[in-house]
């Protein structure tokens, strides 16, 4: 029983941070390949930054390279998102995401996924 469950969402300041959270419960994380998707209302589902876990092989949509970064902590089965440099582009419901690990970071970012938690918002504004 895989189970995602983001947090560390929240309202923030054009150019202040936040840190999301992905704990995955039911497996160890060196078994999935994990990511950070996001859905802002009436667009599409844009993968974030995926990593994969083993080795910490990440990748980043070109939209956050240089402001957000993705790490794990294997010894706690948790993913972090540390979203700095927000802008009001970057608002959106944010949600954690798990492959089995012979998928690569880029093509889970960059196609279908298998498991889903249920979404933590970010709202970035004034």
């Known amino acids: 029983q895989l189970r995602l469950v983001e947090s560390g969402g929240g309202l923030v300041q054009p150019g202040g941070s936040l840190r999301l959270a992905c704990v995955v419960s039911g497996s160890t994380l060196d078994f999935y390949t994990i990511g950070w998707f996001r859905q802002a209302p009436g667009k599409e589902r844009e993968g974030v930054s995926c990593i994969r876990s083993s080795e910490g092989i990440t990748y980043y949509t070109d939209s956050v390279k240089g402001r957000f970064t993705i790490s794990r902590d294997n010894a706690k089965n948790t993913v972090y998102l540390q979203m700095n440099s927000l802008k009001p582009e970057d608002t959106s419901v944010y949600y954690c995401?798990?492959?089995?690990?012979?998928?690569?970071?880029?093509?889970?970012?960059?196609?279908?996924?298998?498991?889903w938690g249920k979404g933590a918002l970010v709202t970035v504004s004034s």
């Open positions: 995401a798990a492959e089995p690990p012979i998928i690569t970071p880029q093509a889970m970012c960059q196609g279908g996924i298998d498991y």
